[in-house]
């Protein structure tokens, strides 16, 4: 069982930044894709940025490349996504996923995660 806490989300104005943390419970990350989504109110839900765990080679979506960096610190088994210059369209709840890494894989992916944390909600006024 994989136990994922996200947290760090809160309310920032346009241009700020924030970092959000996705912590596993009890256990070094091993072999994993660890991801984040958002989701905001109406809208589906949008695959961000993820990052292997054994190797820290990272994607992102176009949406967010360049603004978001996601990043993994081993020892404190804990994933980050540090989010820069936000716009009010970033606004959404948050969600870090994890799923066992696929050794066919070459780069983890944003489709389908099998462990999902709780959100965190973001807020960016205008």
């Known amino acids: 069982e994989v136990q994922l806490q996200a947290s760090g989300g809160g309310l920032v104005r346009t241009g700020g930044s924030l970092r959000l943390s996705c912590a596993r419970s009890g256990r070094p990350w091993d072999d994993y894709a660890v991801a984040w989504f958002r989701q905001a109110p109406g809208k589906e839900r949008e695959g961000l940025s993820c990052i292997s765990t054994y190797d820290s080679k990272t994607n992102y979506a176009d949406s967010v490349k360049g603004r978001f960096t996601i990043s993994t610190d081993n020892a404190k088994n804990t994933i980050y996504l540090q989010m820069d210059n936000l716009k009010p369209e970033d606004t959404a709840v948050y969600y870090c996923?994890?799923?066992?890494?696929?050794?066919?894989?070459?780069?983890?992916?944003?489709?389908?995660?099998?462990?999902w944390g709780q959100g965190t909600q973001v807020t960016v006024s205008s």
């Open positions: 996923a994890a799923v066992s890494w696929n050794w066919l894989w070459t780069l983890c992916h944003l489709g389908s995660y099998k462990y």
